[in-house]
């Protein structure tokens, strides 16, 4: 007789199977179209912001954001650690109504033809509700950064951005903003004709 024997199976309800909204997040059942979209957003002697990639979707659009950095001569290694702090993804911010923002918050954006405007930094009402409701829109919703590598001389990472809904088919800016390693305010003209051509070459996996 066995000493050990496995459970028996237990009768199980199968689960529910949920979506994210597309406000929240890129489908995951999508081939989403590639636009023929790069530009350097920022350039100094020791950093470069370039918008890498835009893949679209029926819905919205995933920017991929590229940053470089190295470190020159006179950059202390308090600066040289809280600017890998931030390329990383490792300082995570919270805000407060009326706070002023910290010079070492990475800022992006897009303003479009109408006047609208969506940030990294916008508060959007319930989203962490379940499910969430649904907002106003625009949104730019930082997904996350940090992938990449560092030594003590240079670092580059890649961010993940997601837009919605779709920009409209005109151009629209694009703006970066990071005080304390000596980004200003900056705006680059993006092609969203180009972004809609792309969302038209999404493909669903499955019918």
Do not use: C
Not at 102 to 129: M, N, Q
Not at 144 to 151: A, D, E, I, L, V
């Amino acid at each position: 007789m066995d000493f050990f024997t496995a459970p028996p199976p237990r009768d199980q309800e199968p689960e529910e199977e949920t979506k994210s909204p597309p406000w929240a997040a890129p489908p995951d059942d999508v081939l989403g179209g590639v636009a023929p979209i790069g530009r350097i957003l920022f350039q100094s002697e020791t950093l470069v912001i370039a918008l890498a990639s835009v893949t679209a979707f029926p819905e919205g659009a995933e920017i991929g954001i590229r940053m470089t950095a190295r470190r020159v001569e006179g950059v202390n290694d308090d600066t040289w650690e809280d600017q890998h702090d931030v390329l990383f993804g490792h300082r995570r911010h919270r805000f407060r109504p009326g706070q002023s923002l910290d010079d070492s918050v990475i800022r992006f954006g897009v303003r479009f033809p109408d006047g609208s405007k969506a940030t990294t930094l916008d508060d959007r009402p319930g989203r962490y509700e379940s499910p969430p409701p649904r907002p106003e829109g625009p949104i730019l919703d930082n997904r996350g950064g940090g992938s990449g590598s560092g030594s003590s001389r240079s670092a580059n990472s890649s961010w993940k951005l997601w837009l919605w809904p779709l920009p409209p088919p005109e151009p629209f800016e694009f703006a970066v903003e990071w005080p304390a390693f000596g980004v200003p305010l900056t705006f680059t003209e993006i092609d969203g004709a180009a972004i809609a051509t792309a969302a038209g070459q999404a493909q669903p996996y499955w019918p």
